[in-house]
């Protein structure tokens, strides 16, 4: 059973509107003790899914992982046990939360690698409108290498996604969706959230909200979980390419369109 943890009318208000809101204190040393545990027990035994997303010149090192919960005790606490799937259905305004799946995000100390701006939703195998992202870093974050985000960028538009790394459309063909504007270019035209973060607190987003970051400092490792939830309205949606992450054998038992009902994606919160 997971532990409860009420939101404000405003907090759930602040998510529907900008797409992204900040929240403080939500685990307790015993639950951050439990995550480290299990991001490091992850790094030390990656899955065939990890990547390293920084160029080998890189002076630190940017790995990421996904959908290891089911081997890693640590994770599924914090997944189902946690006040998570308590905020996930408030903030999705949904009766349900089912978890859509788990995402390691490890910076080591002096990586120079930026993630650019994106989002994850044209990325998935999943509509609807109901679903939220919680980043969840277990190390101190300054305001320099902390996620931002562009205010209301969820309310509707895709953005083409590319490979970060090289800049590939391999998931949507080529003017299939709306490029992604310059955003950094035009800095007074996009009002941008960011927050530091202390071990305790994440952020949550929506899946269609614009994000990045910068990479780390010299003595910075920035050590983060992110854990997916998704609510009443989430659909399968199914694509002819390799999703990110990918769900291989899924389009044999869920047609497309159909609610996500499948032993990979349990009901957390009802």
């Keep these: 059973m997971s532990r409860q943890h009420p939101l404000s009318a405003d907090t759930v208000h602040a998510f529907a509107h900008d797409g992204a809101v900040v929240l403080r204190g939500v685990f307790d040393a015993s639950e951050l003790r439990a995550l480290e545990s299990g991001i490091e027990h992850n790094l030390a035994h990656l899955s ?26 640590d994770y599924q606490r ?76 969820h309310q509707g538009t895709w953005y083409m996604p590319r490979t970060f790394r090289d800049q590939q459309a391999k998931w949507f063909p080529e003017g299939a969706l709306a490029e992604l504007p310059a955003i950094d270019a035009e800095p007074d035209t996009f009002r941008q959230l960011a927050w530091a973060l202390e071990p305790g607190d994440c952020v949550a987003f929506h899946m269609l909200s614009l994000h990045a970051s910068s990479g780390t400092g010299p003595g910075a490792r920035r050590r983060v979980f992110s854990a997916r939830y998704l609510g009443d309205d989430a659909t399968h949606a199914l694509r002819p390419w390799r999703t990110s992450p ?14 996500m009902d499948d032993p990979l994606f349990p009901l957390v919160w009802s």
């Excluded at 065939?48 to 005790?73: H, K, Y």
């Excluded at 259905?89 to 690698?113: C, F, I, N, P, W």
Aim: proline share 12%; hydrophobic share 40%.
């Design 48 to 73: 065939p899914l990890a990547l390293v997303a920084s160029e080998p010149d890189d002076p630190g090192r940017f790995v990421e992982d996904f959908c290891t919960w089911q081997t890693n005790p």
């Design 246 to 259: 990918p769900f291989p054998g899924l389009d044999q038992r869920l047609p497309d369109g159909v609610p």
């Design 78 to 153: 914090i997944l189902k046990a946690s006040a998570l799937p308590h905020l996930a259905a408030q903030l999705m305004q949904s009766r349900t939360a089912r978890l859509y799946h788990d995402h390691l995000l490890v910076k080591e100390a002096g990586t120079r690698q930026p993630t650019p701006w994106h989002q994850d939703q044209p990325y998935y195998n999943v509509g609807g409108r109901q679903n939220v992202s919680f980043w969840i870093p277990v190390d101190a974050v300054p305001l320099a290498s902390t996620l931002r985000f562009i205010a209301g960028s």
